[in-house]
């Protein structure tokens, strides 16, 4: 059984358009992530949910939106892609703990390629 | 924010051959994770290590919090050991989240 999936897997579309890329976990824990992996391989937190409230949001373009309908789904949406929205995008979940994030459990993230 | 930095970034090695990784960060922290990306580019949590020694395997970790640095050893390289392999920590409080560093690229040749 898959701990963390990502769908898709791949995406290639044009610049200007509208993209969503979905997550759910079935770890049972309370709180999920995105983080962008860029070309040089370098990962960057973007959102964190816990129980369905944000609270981590990094600076990113407000064309980012995330969902989290429930403690187990967290979904990226982007408006207006652009060139340099090209990367990876990790889905992760934790269990929180204390004053910090836990263990870190990722998906095997989406590729996005904007031309 | 916390400043993140691992050593050697590139390593080439022969199966067999044992490793040290490094990662030393700027600020006390309360969560210290290793995570290994492999070819496919998975992400796999291999350690939870604020402090202390773990071992799985043939892969061991320390972290001295209080010198503010983390090693991550491997014994008789495999193939399948080859990636990147990640440090990431935490500041108390997780207000920010996990800061990873750049990653030490691992190749295992056989």
């Known amino acids: 059984d898959t701990a963390v999936s990502q769908t898709p897997k791949y995406l290639v579309t044009q610049m200007g358009n509208d993209k969503s890329i979905k997550c759910e976990q079935n770890?049972?824990?309370?709180?999920m992530y995105w983080y962008k992996q860029d070309s040089k391989k370098f990962l960057k937190i973007m959102f964190s949910?816990?129980?369905?409230?944000?609270?981590i949001n990094e600076t990113v373009p407000n064309r980012f939106s995330p969902k989290s309908p429930d403690k187990a789904h967290l979904n990226l949406h982007i408006n207006s892609l652009e060139l340099g929205d090209s990367a990876v995008y990790f889905c992760?979940?934790?269990?929180?703990?204390?004053?910090?994030?836990?263990?870190?459990?990722f998906g095997e993230g989406s590729r996005l390629t904007v031309l | 924010g916390i400043q993140v930095e691992q050593s050697p970034p590139d390593l080439i090695l022969q199966e067999g051959a044992n490793s040290t990784l490094r990662c030393n960060f700027s600020?006390?922290?309360?969560?210290l994770q290793w995570f290994h990306q492999n070819p496919w580019g998975q992400l796999i949590n291999l350690f939870y290590?604020?402090?202390g020694t773990k071992q799985n395997g043939r892969l061991s970790a320390t972290t001295v919090a209080t010198e503010r640095y983390s090693l991550l050893y491997i014994s008789s390289s495999q193939t399948t050991d080859s990636g990147v392999y990640f440090c990431?920590?935490?500041?108390?409080?997780?207000?920010?989240?996990?800061?990873f560093g750049k990653g030490t690229h691992l190749i295992i040749q056989p």
């Open positions: 600020d006390s922290v309360n969560n």
């Open positions: 992760a979940s934790s269990y929180r703990r204390t004053l910090n994030t836990g263990e870190l459990f």
């Open positions: 990431a920590v935490e500041v108390g409080g997780g207000a920010d989240g996990l800061t």
């Open positions: 290590i604020p402090s």
């Open positions: 949910y816990n129980n369905k409230e944000l609270i």
């Open positions: 770890l049972g824990h309370d709180t």
